[in-house]
């Protein structure tokens, strides 16, 4: 006796929300950081750089096609916004830590 559709009908439901949760969650990803993939374990150079370019550009991972700098460039300071975290009496950046924990599953925030 075959199963009713009517039964099957709520795990359908939740199939299409899960998949249209994961591409939106994606998707907004994406669009924020500047139409380009994420990435992640980033060291210190890469961190250098991306402040650099957020200098130049305004944008984060912005690139910019001037061979020169602005004046303003020499005295510029990023200042990203941190989080106190009670583990270890370290300051962390939010964005950072759930994206880390989101892709490479290491959810450590020590």
């Known amino acids: 006796m075959p199963v009713p559709f009517e039964g099957l009908l709520p795990y359908a439901i939740m199939t299409a929300f899960f998949g249209v949760a994961g591409h939106g969650v994606g ?3 994406y669009w924020d950081n ?10 210190s150079w890469d961190e250098r750089m ?3 370019d957020f200098l130049l550009t305004g944008v984060k991972r912005g690139q ?14 990023v200042k990203l916004q941190k989080y106190y975290s009670a583990y270890n009496d370290q300051y962390f950046s939010f964005r950072e830590r759930l994206y880390r924990g989101y892709v490479t599953g290491n959810w450590d925030f020590s």
Do not use: C, Q
């Not at 380009?36 to 060291?43: A, N, V």
């Open 27 to 29: 998707f907004i990803r």
């Open 34 to 43: 500047g139409w380009k993939k994420d990435r992640f374990d980033l060291d």
């Open 50 to 52: 991306m402040n650099r």
């Open 64 to 77: 910019s096609h001037e061979p020169v700098a602005p004046e303003s460039f020499k005295t510029a300071d």
